[in-house]
C-alpha cells in the first residue's frame, strides 16, 4: 500500500507542475465590474403598471407615426395614437432623466432607437480622464474579471469598471441608458433613494421587436439598472452591445417581461447582485456567453445544507434561450429558480458555475432547474466562428446580428445542463434530449480557482446536488432523440444523487466509478473524486478565443463537435472516461485515488496563484 501511494504522489507531483503550467497560461475571463454587495432583501417584486400610468413620459421617433399607422385596429393601437399626441422625447435617456416622481414609467412607441446623442456624446474634463482622475476610484482588488488595476498602461482612459458613484456621474462612460438609482453614493447603503425607484420602461408595440433599441456597439451595455429597485422592462429588443444587452445590478426588485436580447458579444440579459428578480418571456439569442446570466444573486439559502430553501432570489421562467454560447449561465447562480424554459440549438443548455472569483455568494447554492425543455445543445461556434477567423474581426463585422456567436467561455459542445462547482442544486422533472456529449455533468471546482487558498475548503464544491424525476432522450411526444451520455459526474462529492431518470435507453446511462446511492441515504459519501476525470476541465478553463495558443487548450476536448448518438450506448470519449457507459458503477475504494486527486489540487495551488496574479496584470479585457 505504501509503495502504491508513493507512485501515485510521484504522479500528481508531475501532474501538479504540468496543470501549474497550464493555469499560468491564458486565464479565462469572466465580466469586468466592481465588487458588489447583496441587497437587504426588503424589496419586492414591482407589477407591471400598464400603459395609463398617471406618471409617464412618452418617447417616439420620425419613424413611429408610420409604425403605428401599420398596426391592427384596436385598443392597442387607439393607445398609441393617443400617446403619440403627448411625445415630447426622442430620446429614451432624456425621457429618464425627466423623471421626478416614483415608479413613473417611459412609453417608448414603435421605431428604432440608436440613442446618437447619448452614444455620441462628448464626455466632461472628468469623465473623459476617469482613469485617472477619479475621485472614486475603484482598488485592484474590488475588480471583478480580469480587468487591470487603475494604474495599468492601457489606452483605454475608461476603466471596464467604474465605482458606483463615478458610474452615476459618468452613467455614458459605459453605458447607452442608465438608470442610476442611488442618488447618495456616499452614505454607506446601497438602497434605491431618488425618483427613479420603480421605473417602468415599456415598448408600446404589438411584439418586442416593435421597438428595438440598437447600440450599435457604442457602448459596453445598452440599459444599465444600477441600485435601481423596482425596475421593470417590457416589450421590447434591445441588440449589439459589447457586454449586456439589458444590465441589472444591485437592484432589489425588477422584472424583464417579454424583452429580445440578441446579438451580443457576451450577454443578453445579465442580473447581478440582485433579489426579488423576474425574468419571463424572454428571447435570447446570438450572445456570445449566455442568453439568460442570473449571477450571484442574493444568497438568501447560503446557511442552508439541503436542497430545501427559505425563499427563491430570481425567478426564470416561459423563456427561450437559443443560439448562443450557453442558454443560461450563473457564477454564484445562487437561490435562482428556473422553470418552464427552453434552453435549446446552444453549445451548452445550462450551466451554473463557483469558477470565477469576486462573485460575492461563491460557492454556487440552491439553484433549481424544473419543468424546463434542454435540447439539441451542440451548436459548435469555436470551429464555426473562431477557428476560421470570423471573431478576430472587429465586433461591428462579425455579423453578430446575423447569427454569428463568438464564444467568450469554454463549454463542452453537445451539454445539456453543467454544475462546475455547485451545491444544494435540484434539477427535476426537465426533458433533456438530443446533447449529443451529455444530458447532465458535473464536476468540483477546487477553492483556489476562486481566489480561496483555506486548505479546509479546498473541496467545498459538489455537494448534496440532486438530479432526479427528469426524462432523458425523449422528446416531447415521446420519440426518442438520444443523449450522448444521460450523466456525467466525476465522483467527487457528498450527498449527490441521481434517481427516477427515465431514459430512452432503458436505464440512465452514466460514466460513475462510484455509486452514488440513493437519494433517501444521502447519496454520495465520497470526497474527494477522480482527478483523472477533472484534468480535461482544468486545461479547457484556459480558452482564450483571442490567443491562438488557448483557442484549442492542450488535452481538452470540449470544443471537439460530439458525434450525434445512435441506439447503442456511447463508448469512448462520448461516454467520459473509463471507457464503456455503464448504467450503474461498482463501489470503489477511493483511498489512492483520494490521495492522487488531493495532491494533485494541492500543487495546483501555485499554478493557480500565478495565472490570478497575472490575470490581475492584465490590461486589455476579453
Given at each position: 500500500m505504501r509503495r502504491s501511494r508513493l507512485a501515485l504522489l510521484l504522479i500528481a507531483l508531475f501532474s501538479g507542475v504540468i496543470l501549474g503550467v497550464f493555469l499560468a497560461g491564458s486565464p479565462a475571463s469572466a465580466h469586468e465590474e466592481r465588487a458588489s454587495d447583496f441587497p437587504d432583501g426588503k424589496g419586492v417584486v414591482p407589477k407591471y403598471l400598464g400603459l395609463s400610468n398617471a406618471n409617464y413620459r412618452v418617447v417616439c421617433n420620425s419613424g413611429s407615426a408610420a409604425r403605428i399607422a401599420r398596426m391592427p385596429e384596436g385598443a392597442l393601437k387607439t393607445r398609441n395614437l393617443a400617446l403619440a399626441e403627448e411625445c415630447k422625447y426622442n430620446s429614451i435617456q432624456d425621457a429618464v432623466n425627466s423623471i421626478k416622481v416614483r415608479k413613473t414609467s417611459v412609453y417608448v412607441l414603435p421605431g428604432v432607437y440608436t440613442e446618437s446623442k447619448w452614444a455620441n456624446a462628448k464626455p466632461s474634463a472628468y469623465c473623459g480622464s476617469i482613469k485617472t482622475e477619479s475621485t472614486s476610484p475603484l482598488e485592484a482588488s474590488q475588480y471583478i474579471g480580469s480587468l487591470a488595476p487603475p494604474d495599468a498602461e492601457s489606452d483605454n482612459s475608461s476603466?471596464?469598471?467604474?465605482?458606483?458613484?463615478?458610474?452615476?456621474?459618468?452613467?455614458?462612460?459605459?453605458?447607452?441608458?442608465?438608470?442610476?438609482?442611488?442618488?447618495?453614493?456616499?452614505?454607506?447603503?446601497?438602497?434605491?433613494?431618488?425618483?427613479?425607484?420603480?421605473?417602468?420602461?415599456?415598448?408600446?408595440?404589438?411584439?418586442?421587436?416593435?421597438?428595438?433599441?440598437?447600440?450599435?456597439?457604442?457602448?459596453?451595455?445598452?440599459?444599465?439598472?444600477?441600485?435601481?429597485?423596482?425596475?421593470?422592462?417590457?416589450?421590447?429588443?434591445?441588440?449589439?452591445?459589447?457586454?449586456?444587452?439589458?444590465?441589472?445590478?444591485?437592484?432589489?426588485?425588477?422584472?424583464?417581461?417579454?424583452?429580445?436580447?440578441?446579438?451580443?458579444?457576451?450577454?443578453?440579459?445579465?442580473?447581478?447582485?440582485?433579489?426579488?428578480?423576474?425574468?419571463?418571456?424572454?428571447?435570447?439569442?446570438?450572445?456570445?456567453?449566455?442568453?439568460?446570466?442570473?449571477?450571484?444573486?442574493?444568497?438568501?439559502?447560503?446557511?442552508?445544507?439541503?436542497?430545501?430553501?427559505?425563499?427563491?432570489?430570481?425567478?426564470?421562467?416561459?423563456?427561450?434561450?437559443?443560439?448562443?454560447?450557453?442558454?443560461?449561465?450563473?457564477?454564484?447562480?445562487?437561490?435562482?429558480?428556473?422553470?418552464?424554459?427552453?434552453?435549446y440549438k446552444n453549445a451548452t443548455g445550462i450551466a451554473t458555475d463557483s469558477l470565477f472569483p469576486g462573485h460575492p455568494g461563491l460557492p454556487q447554492d440552491h439553484a433549481r432547474w424544473s419543468n424546463n425543455e434542454v435540447f439539441s445543445n451542440n451548436e459548435n461556434y469555436y470551429t464555426k466562428y473562431v477557428d476560421t477567423g470570423i471573431c478576430a474581426k472587429p465586433m461591428k463585422d462579425r455579423g453578430y446580428i446575423n447569427g454569428t456567436v463568438c464564444p467568450v467561455v469554454p463549454t463542452p459542445v453537445g451539454t445539456g445542463a453543467l454544475i462546475a462547482g455547485g451545491n444544494f442544486n435540484l434539477t427535476d422533472n426537465n426533458l433533456i434530449y438530443d446533447n449529443w456529449r451529455y444530458g447532465t455533468m458535473q464536476f468540483w471546482v477546487p477553492a483556489p480557482m476562486r481566489d480561496e487558498y483555506d486548505p479546509s475548503k479546498l473541496f467545498d464544491t459538489s455537494h448534496g446536488n440532486q438530479v432526479v424525476s427528469n426524462s432523458m432522450g425523449f422528446k416531447p411526444d415521446g420519440s426518442v432523440a438520444h443523449n450522448g451520455v444521460d450523466h456525467w459526474w466525476d465522483d467527487q462529492g457528498n450527498g449527490n444523487c441521481w434517481e427516477d431518470n427515465k431514459s430512452s435507453r432503458g436505464k440512465a446511462t452514466n460514466n460513475f466509478v462510484v455509486d452514488p446511492g440513493p437519494c433517501a441515504d444521502g447519496g454520495s459519501k465520497v470526497t474527494p473524486g477522480l482527478a483523472v476525470k477533472d484534468a480535461g476541465f482544468l486545461t479547457c478553463s484556459q480558452y482564450n478565443r483571442d490567443d491562438p495558443q488557448w483557442r484549442h487548450p492542450p488535452a481538452c476536448d470540449w470544443f471537439d463537435s460530439p458525434k450525434k448518438p445512435t441506439d447503442a450506448a456511447e463508448t469512448g470519449p462520448a461516454a467520459g472516461l473509463f471507457g464503456a457507459t455503464k448504467t450503474s458503477g461498482p463501489s470503489a475504494d477511493m483511498g489512492d485515488v483520494g490521495l492522487s486527486a488531493a495532491v494533485l489540487a494541492l500543487i495546483g495551488l501555485v499554478g493557480i496563484s500565478i495565472r490570478r496574479s497575472m490575470a490581475r496584470r492584465r490590461p486589455t479585457r476579453v
Open positions: 476603466p471596464i469598471a467604474l465605482s458606483y458613484a463615478d458610474q452615476r456621474r459618468c452613467p455614458h462612460n459605459l453605458n447607452l441608458i442608465a438608470i442610476m438609482g442611488d442618488k447618495t453614493p456616499d452614505n454607506g447603503s446601497i438602497a434605491c433613494d431618488s425618483a427613479l425607484c420603480g421605473t417602468q420602461v415599456i415598448g408600446t408595440g404589438k411584439a418586442a421587436k416593435d421597438v428595438v433599441i440598437d447600440n450599435r456597439f457604442s457602448k459596453l451595455n445598452g440599459i444599465r439598472a444600477d441600485r435601481a429597485n423596482g425596475a421593470y422592462f417590457r416589450n421590447f429588443t434591445v441588440q449589439q452591445s459589447e457586454f449586456n444587452a439589458l444590465y441589472v445590478l444591485e437592484t432589489d426588485g425588477f422584472v424583464v417581461d417579454r424583452i429580445v436580447a440578441r446579438a451580443n458579444d457576451e450577454y443578453g440579459v445579465l442580473a447581478f447582485a440582485s433579489d426579488h428578480g423576474l425574468i419571463h418571456h424572454v428571447d435570447a439569442y446570438f450572445n456570445g456567453d449566455s442568453g439568460i446570466y442570473p449571477g450571484s444573486a442574493s444568497d438568501v439559502n447560503a446557511d442552508r445544507t439541503s436542497i430545501d430553501v427559505s425563499r427563491y432570489a430570481v425567478e426564470i421562467r416561459n423563456s427561450k434561450s437559443h443560439d448562443n454560447t450557453l442558454g443560461y449561465s450563473g457564477t454564484a447562480g445562487n437561490s435562482v429558480y428556473a422553470h418552464h424554459n427552453k434552453f
